[in-house]
């Protein structure tokens, strides 16, 4: 199974990244992601866990850190992928906003189980 096919089996076609301000998600073609990308994160938290949103503050830190420099030394692309424990689709909303992250789309949530067996 290509690496391709296999990243769409377990996040599905689409991914969202908040845009600027606040503005809504754009969605990210997960076919594109695969074939940039040669380290991948998933992040498993929610909104209402008080550890995760210290969580966020740092890996955003180090997230941009890592971008602007160009991935490393080795050169390297990361992405992560916020996967969600979330039961509330306004509270995913306002808690995926601020990430510069990739985000697994709330509709699709049920896919978290197949990323933690």
């Not at 845009?19 to 940039?36: C, F, I, K, Q, T």
């Amino acid at each position: 199974m290509s690496e391709h096919c296999f990243l769409v089996e377990l996040l599905g076609e689409r991914l969202l990244r908040s845009r600027e301000r606040g503005s809504g998600e754009e969605e990210v073609d997960v076919h594109s992601l695969a074939a940039g990308c040669s380290l991948m994160g998933l992040y498993f938290g929610s909104s209402l866990s008080a550890p995760c949103k210290q969580f966020n503050v740092n890996l955003a830190e180090f997230y941009s850190k890592f971008k602007e420099s160009g991935g490393g030394t080795r050169g390297r692309q990361l992405e992560i992928v916020f996967v969600s424990s979330d039961q509330d689709h306004k509270k995913w909303q306002e808690f995926v906003q601020d990430m510069p992250w990739l985000a697994l789309p709330f509709k699709e949530k049920h896919k978290k189980r197949g990323l933690t067996q």
